[in-house]
């Protein structure tokens, strides 16, 4: 079992910095490869960032690539997700969740969060 806690979140104005984390319970997260995951109203949930359970490997969609970042601390169990230049449409609610395998959707993540909401202005 693993409990999953967000922090973060925030209103930014555009061409701004966030820095999120997700906070886990549980002796075995670092077991996990860790995702987030956005949703904006009206939106259905979308892919934003994985990493692997070691943090060797790291993926992003095509939307935040070069703007955030992605990393974990296995000792504090704890991942962030550095967001940099955003934009209005990051807009959305922030998940965050643990697979045993990474990857880019939703329904592989057994675990999640209750999410940070992240308001960016223009």
């Known amino acids: 079992q693993v409990q999953l806690v967000e922090s973060g979140g925030g209103l930014v104005q555009a061409g701004g910095s966030l820095r999120l984390s997700c906070a886990a319970s549980g002796r075995t997260f670092s077991r996990y490869a860790m995702g987030w995951f956005r949703q904006a109203p009206g939106k259905e949930r979308e892919f934003v960032a994985a990493i692997s359970w070691s943090g060797g490997s790291t993926f992003y969609a095509d939307s935040v690539k070069g703007r955030f970042t992605l990393f974990r601390d296995n000792v504090k169990n704890t991942v962030y997700l550095q967001m940099n230049s955003l934009k209005p449409e990051d807009t959305a609610v922030y998940y965050c969740?643990?697979?045993?395998?990474?990857?880019?959707?939703?329904?592989?993540?057994?675990?999640w969060g209750q999410g940070t909401q992240v308001t960016v202005s223009s």
């Open positions: 969740a643990a697979s045993l395998r990474p990857g880019v959707l939703a329904d592989k993540y057994d675990y």
